[in-house]
């Protein structure tokens, strides 16, 4: 294995990665949301609704930040939130009708992400490096 550092594996693929970030939140900031938005409202669109614990596993995101994206979300009317009637402390989380349509609206800005990321590999590629990266993930 060569000795220059850009050469290395792990230099490469943490290269991938920061091109990857930058191009997929470029454009979701051209959307008007920010990553833990996108991830919160994604993880809502596939449920109809969620208990803000709920919503931040799903979303992979520390309950602090499931509370203030929470909040900014239904500040700008994507979210509205109901405290479960079964549980007094429990706020349900579901997504607004301006928040499906922005909830579409990023399911084809994502695609867009991978279109734009992986423009150079043919579709047989892409399946290859997807994966071989799910190997390394889960090791």
């Known amino acids: 294995m060569s000795s220059d550092l850009t050469a290395l594996p792990t230099w490469i693929l943490s290269s991938a990665a920061t ?7 470029t454009l979701l900031a051209r959307a008007g949301v920010n990553g833990y ?3 919160c409202l994604s993880a809502l669109a596939a449920a109809e609704q969620l208990s803000q614990t709920d919503l931040g596993a799903a979303a992979a995101l520390d309950p602090r930040d499931v509370t203030h994206t929470v909040r900014e979300l239904e500040a700008r009317g994507l979210v509205s939130r109901v405290k479960d009637p079964s549980h007094g402390r429990r706020q349900l ?3 607004t009708h301006e928040g499906q349509q922005t909830a579409g609206l990023l399911t084809g800005i994502i695609a867009e ?8 590999l043919t579709p047989n590629e892409r399946t290859t490096l997807l994966t071989l990266l799910e190997r390394v993930a889960r090791t």
């Open 37 to 39: 938005e996108y991830r």
């Open 93 to 95: 989380v579901s997504l």
């Open 19 to 25: 091109r990857s970030h930058h191009v997929l939140h």
């Open 113 to 120: 992400v991978q279109d734009t990321v992986f423009s150079d």
